[in-house]
């Protein structure tokens, strides 16, 4: 047989066929021998220990227990029919109830006969039972694959199940697969590679995933799997970010000159932190390359990004270039363009705005200013993507918040200029480092990690619905000192109706605690129409209400300086990203900020956890990898980024090692041999070209 049979059809294989193999399809998305073979188990259970029926308990997860059949029948009518059958050993009598396939399981269970059975107890009636229980004959027969104390365990899915595919029938399956084919496996990694970290080899580790010798012989295989996927995901993109390099020239600013000096010198008035001149000066050297940068900023709420931006515009200002910003919402927008005007005061250079409120007579004139070059900085909204905004000479694109943008519109920026700008992407939510080398691994990125002098950091409470009446007298306490707050409300579509009105009763509340004329109540949520939102925003931030009540709504960003208390009601209902965002709307000003987070009495394990760390820390790196533990990649990331993270065995919250060496492996071998042209690399060559299809546009930035 030859290499090409691991790409067969899963319908060939021995117990499949049409049926199941649509069902393997539209269930796991395996077609091929190869899927199969590459679907792992998610844990390995001890077929070596017995459990008696007295040492049952509900906690216990799946178990094995040895007994006869003493008795079975067939009880109710129509769909509440079912199989009861009595299993016993010495110490006791166990129910074994089957809802499904009850003809087969009759004609099959022999009563009088010795079983071993497989299932999870669970207490129905004040006695043990196990529905559809996996059953073997005992004895075991001698020709069992693999290692008793490590046998497999597959994920299956109630479909699969009624074609017997549950985790024995795909274990069987493996088994033939291995049987027959594991020869056919071919090497994917190079040889140098396996030799610098002492890994096995892919057909031997495959072997050991799925039937492990022995717990070493596990871990092995575990450990070159994971290398492996980690390893192929950075050798895309930074192969992809060494081919956008040698391939795209990007602009040379050669010069600082007086737009930066002058802003820097005499109106900037507050001195940088060391973060900020760190990150300045990485942008400067990558401008100055002649090639085009990709650069991430991360920094948290109030670390000082938008003045990391603005210097970045004035030096392509200084070398003959306009320079444009992207914010996803009008509000943030808006704030940007109103922070930079006030920041350069005297007209240092000419900078506009163009939203999608912007009207036609301003867009037209706009549009002229900016094609004749008379505009240096455009802050904007989507509305910079039109076709009709033209550049005289565009040299850097600085984008918000990147995630909440698509590839298709970042590409569209790309376009505005014949050799490409430069591209500077900004986000306030906290990447973790492994993340970051994975989702964004062909950006480079600075991390803007001070905040800035004589910002207090924000004192985090969490009370019970119990103390609800402290946190009036708080509220009341600090609206005496002339200060606004925030009240955020979760609103999680699934039930928009009975958040609504969860809102609603909360502002009821509110309104009896802060009755008119001495306290004015703002309310912000997605239902309401967008003028509507901008009017009570405006009202809020111009301090003619002191409470704002709102869904999550109020955007990152949102920057009112007096607002320094953050209610979140139904903390344990936010994620901990979202909770550490909405805290970054208060503490802009020079006051003491609170965030305090309510919740209700009960909370689950992970929503303590959750609610402990925010108390505990307002280190955004931090939280992000606590949230990454909890969450997992895909949730964090916003959006799973064209599948980079399609892990099926490595863990960034634990792997961190394993990332770390892949990456420095790809970044020698690139290093080495740009091309990949050395016959020690012919493998990774060969995985590249049949991934690629030319540059992506997802690649672009």
């Known amino acids: 047989m030859f290499a090409a049979t691991l790409d067969t059809t899963i ?22 021998y190869d899927h199969l073979l590459n679907y792992y188990p998610f844990r390995y259970i001890d077929r070596t220990r017995f459990y008696k029926i007295n040492e049952l ?46 003809k087969w399981v009759d004609e099959n269970l022999s009563k009088g006969k010795v079983y071993i059975v497989f299932g999870k107890p669970v207490v129905f009636n004040g006695s043990f039972s196990i529905s559809h229980p996996e ?9 069992i694959t693999g290692n008793l104390r490590l046998q497999p365990v597959y994920h299956s899915t109630e479909k699969l199940k009624k074609f017997f595919l549950d985790s024995k029938g795909i274990q069987k399956l493996q088994t033939q697969l291995i049987e027959q084919h594991i020869k056919e496996v071919r090497e994917s990694l190079p040889l140098h590679v396996l030799e610098k970290y002492h890994m096995i080899s892919k057909r031997e580790a495959l072997l050991n995933i799925h039937f492990p010798r022995d717990v070493k012989a596990l871990k092995s295989a575990e450990r070159r799997l994971k290398f492996e996927e980690l390893f192929f995901i950075q050798l895309q993109l930074l192969h992809t970010k060494q081919q956008r390099e040698l391939r795209f020239k990007g602009h040379a600013f050669g010069a600082v000159g007086d737009k930066v000096n002058t802003f820097y010198k005499e109106i900037l008035p507050f001195e940088l932190t060391n973060a900020q001149k760190r990150v300045i000066k990485e942008i400067r050297l990558d401008t100055q390359r002649g090639i085009q940068m990709n650069r991430l900023v991360q920094g948290d709420v109030g670390s000082g990004k938008t003045v990391v931006a603005l210097m970045s515009m004035l030096l392509a200002n200084d070398n003959g270039f306009q320079a444009c910003m992207m914010a996803p919402t009008e509000i943030l927008a808006r704030q940007h363009y109103e922070s930079i005007a006030s920041l350069l005061k005297d007209g240092l250079v000419r900078v506009a705005i163009l ?22 900085i455009l802050v904007g909204t989507h509305a910079l993507i039109e076709d009709k905004v033209v550049f005289k ?22 376009r505005k200029n014949v050799i490409p700008p430069h591209i500077l992407v900004m986000t306030a939510t906290p990447i973790p480092r492994t993340l970051a080398m994975t989702l964004y691994g062909d950006l480079d990125v600075s991390i803007i990690d001070e905040l800035p002098a004589g910002r207090k ?24 000192k002339g200060r606004q707050i925030y009240i955020v409300y979760p609103l999680i579509k699934e039930s928009e109706k009975l958040d609504l009105l969860h809102l609603e009763a909360g502002i009821e509340q509110m309104r009896y605690q ?13 239902k309401m129409p967008n003028a509507d939102k901008q009017y009570e925003m405006q009202r809020f931030i111009a301090g003619q209400n002191q409470i704002m009540v709102a869904t999550t709504v109020i955007e990152v960003g949102v920057n009112v300086p007096n607002a320094s208390v953050m209610i979140i009601e139904n903390a344990e209902r936010f994620g901990l990203s979202q909770l550490h965002q909405l805290r970054g709307r208060v503490g802009r000003g020079a006051e003491q900020s609170f965030c305090i987070l309510m919740s209700g009495n009960k909370l689950s394990k992970d929503g303590k956890l959750r609610l402990e760390t925010m108390v505990k820390t307002n280190n955004g790196f931090e939280i992000s990898e606590i949230d990454l ?11 799973q980024q064209s599948g980079v993270l399609d892990l099926k065995l490595a863990d960034l919250a634990t792997d961190q090692l394993i990332l770390q060496e892949a990456r420095s492996t790809v970044i020698e071998i690139l290093k080495g041999d740009p091309m990949l042209e050395d016959p020690n690399n012919s493998l990774l060559r060969t995985y590249l070209t049949k991934r690629s299809r030319g540059i992506a546009f997802d690649k672009i930035s």
């Open 629 to 639: 533990k909890l969450r997992g990649p895909g949730d964090i990331s916003g959006t």
């Open 355 to 376: 939203t999608g409120s912007s009207t036609k007579k301003q867009r037209t004139q706009l549009h002229a200013a900016l094609e004749a070059g008379e505009i240096d």
């Open 135 to 143: 059953l073997e004959n005992y004895p075991r027969p001698a020709t």
């Open 393 to 414: 000479n565009l040299g850097l694109v600085v984008i918000d918040e990147q995630h909440r943008f698509g590839v298709e519109q970042r590409a569209k920026l790309w």
């Open 57 to 102: 308990d509900p906690d216990l997860p799946y178990v094995q227990i040895l007994g006869r059949i003493t008795s079975k029948e067939i009880i109710g009518e129509k769909h509440k029919k079912r199989l009861v059958a009595r299993l016993t050993d010495e110490t006791g009598t166990i129910e074994l109830v089957w809802f499904q396939s009850l």
């Open 457 to 480: 950091p924000i004192d985090t409470r969490h009370l019970y619905e119990g103390q609800r009446l402290r946190m009036f007298g708080f509220m009341k306490q600090e609206i005496a």
């Open 514 to 526: 802060f009755p008119l004329p001495d306290y004015q109540i703002s309310i912000v949520h997605g």
């Open 11 to 32: 319908e060939f294989l021995k117990g499949v066929g049409p049926k199941r193999a649509e069902l393997f399809q539209k269930e796991l998305g395996i077609f091929t």
